[in-house]
């Protein structure tokens, strides 16, 4: 979206996404204008085409790959229409990319670009090159993705801070303490992606034994766990489900450290910069999903025979052991938190 915004300065960008999405992008002006869509709702795709006959499209891009997807973009005129090659999609989009799987899924999505940018495909393929997309050293630390691809709006929250007070207030959180929490993240969509509750658990209560606030987060569907999580660790706040998504990344922006799984959170924390400790269970930095920012360390057992034992992750564990997630304890987890508090200030 960035650089589709320094492509096409005078374009108005329009997002189609999926319902609950919109307000993030729209908040954070990265798109001008926002078309929501339910899942399985056909009148939810109709109502978008709808809205979009009337106007002069300029350029459609689809990261998405899906037939249903591609059905809905031919609905749409369009000057130009860009998409990854399938063996099947060449009557729908005019112009197709070939889907680079050795790369992280960021540049992979920002390949689509790269017909409009000299630049953008020389950097692309020199990162490419580099095979430094997945390093990381013996501590733990992962490589940093390139400045030219960084998907951080970092500067921007910083913007925006005077919305914090009268949300802060609502929370019952003060910004001192913001300033010192480190956020902790227990949920995945994947049960097999979760790492233990015992392990958040024991990890806040050695932070708060510290004195360093603890908030435990999470989005609609993970009360319950965050609830009991929150309830184990002495004086933490739970603000699960209580936030926005943006309103959550911009409060992560002030805070010291994120503490979650192969999930959702360590991609929020990427666009706010929050250093981050992110534990893989079932999956690897391998299939592309890596956190895209720096100051990020890994928490992974390497030496077992059964991962990746899927793309992402289960709902329960193939061999029913869950050995991935249940052999990384705590102290392996708050030996990285502390290198990243130790670190100062960013």
């Not at 050293?137 to 030219?148: I, N, R």
């Not at 991609?267 to 592309?288: C, D, E, K, N, R």
């Amino acid at each position: 979206m960035k650089k589709m915004k320094e492509l096409w300065p005078d374009q108005k960008l329009v997002l189609v996404c999926r319902q609950g999405l919109g307000d993030f992008f729209l908040r954070t002006r990265l798109v001008d204008e926002v078309f929501e869509i339910k899942k399985g709702q056909r009148d939810s795709y109709q109502r978008v085409v709808e809205a979009l006959k009337t106007s002069s499209v300029h350029t459609l891009v689809s990261p998405h790959e899906s037939l249903r997807t591609a059905f809905f973009s031919r609905k749409i005129k369009a000057r130009q229409k860009i998409s990854f090659a399938k063996a099947w999609n060449r009557f729908f989009y005019g112009l197709r990319v070939a889907k680079n799987y050795e790369l992280p899924d960021a540049l992979r999505q920002l390949s689509l670009l790269q017909s409009f940018d000299v630049k953008l495909q020389y950097q692309i393929e020199a990162y490419a090159s580099s095979r430094q997309a997945y390093r990381v050293d013996k501590t733990g630390l992962l490589s940093a993705p390139p400045e030219w691809a960084s998907m951080s709006l970092r500067e921007f929250y910083e913007t925006e801070k005077e919305r914090l007070a009268p949300l802060l207030t609502s929370l019952g959180l003060g910004f001192e303490n913001l300033k010192k929490a480190v956020a902790l993240f227990p949920g995945s969509v994947w049960a097999t992606k979760r790492w233990t509750e015992t392990g958040y658990i024991q990890t806040g209560r050695k932070l708060a034994q510290q004195g360093i606030p603890v908030l435990v987060m999470g989005g609609p569907g993970e009360e319950d766990l965050c609830e009991r999580v929150a309830q184990a660790i002495p004086q933490a706040l739970n603000l699960c489900a209580k936030t926005s998504i943006f309103e959550s990344a911009l409060l992560l922006s002030q805070m010291v450290a994120v503490v979650g799984n192969d999930s959702a959170s360590m991609h929020l924390a990427a666009t706010s910069g929050t250093p981050s400790v992110v534990i893989f269970g079932p999956t690897i930095l391998q299939f592309g999903f890596r956190p895209w920012q720096d100051k990020v360390y890994v928490v992974e057992k390497s030496d077992l025979s059964c991962r990746p034992c899927g793309k992402h992750g289960h709902k329960a564990c193939p061999l029913r052991t869950h050995a991935c997630m249940k052999r990384l304890v705590p102290e392996e987890v708050l030996q990285k938190v502390q290198s990243l508090l130790h670190a100062g200030p960013r």
